[in-house]
């Protein structure tokens, strides 16, 4: 399976015991296959985060993250522009495509976005 960049939503899933995003447990026993992305942690810390989900994040592999230009020129290519897909959301889709990974999101802007350019991740 290829790697899955997992976004916020999915995580604020996990972390309240949703069922919908129970899976994440799964994904999280094979090591190296979820990535985390430091703009998901950051907003996960300012939505108010414990300790022991930080570490949790910290201990996993960073997905690849794109220079400005290059999500600039990824939201023009892919026509991402009033999709509903915000600047950390465009991150995201372009750190999959950079790291030939999935991406993993409940927000259905994002998800549609990712549907459509083959890298949706529905576990």
Partial sequence: ?????VDT???RGFFA????AS???ELLGVAGLVLVH???????VLGGL?????????????????????VLAMIRRYKLVRRGVGWVDAELVA??????ALLWSFDNSLAA???????ACDP
């Fill in 9 to 11: 939503s999915v995580w």
């Fill in 50 to 70: 414990a300790v022991a989900e930080e570490k949790l994040l910290q201990q996993l592999p960073n997905a690849e993250r794109p220079d400005y230009p290059h």
């Fill in 95 to 100: 750190s999959a495509l950079l790291g030939k």
């Fill in 17 to 20: 015991g949703r069922a919908a």
């Fill in 113 to 119: 976005a990712a549907l459509d350019l083959g890298i």
């Fill in 38 to 44: 430091p703009l998901v942690i950051g907003e996960l």
């Fill in 1 to 5: 399976m290829k790697p899955v960049v």
């Fill in 23 to 25: 899976s994440l447990g």
